[in-house]
């Protein structure tokens, strides 16, 4: 496991930041926290925060384009409704890499 990110990705300059750190498990799979980090690795399967108060979707798309991954799954949704979920599905689902939403409860074998 190799950790990367020191700072939560950045909000409004009037609120301070906090440590945030995200974890590369077995050089395959990444989960950057709220940090965006770009690690100094590939990346086969990409768990991107898709929604918070730090991020647009343009964001999100040079951040996926910047990671390069095989895959991506959606996290960091839980304030999105049906249509918020549509929506950036159909904003990252058409910029390179397979997107998937994951509804509560489900489960994906990533290998």
Known sequence: MKVYGTWHALIHPDIPRVTNIGFLLDDALFHPGDALTVPDATVDTLLLPVHGPWST???????VRAVAPRQSYAVHDGALNEIGTAMVGGFLGGIGPRYDHLTAGASVEIS
């Open 57 to 63: 979707t343009g964001q999100l798309i040079d951040y």
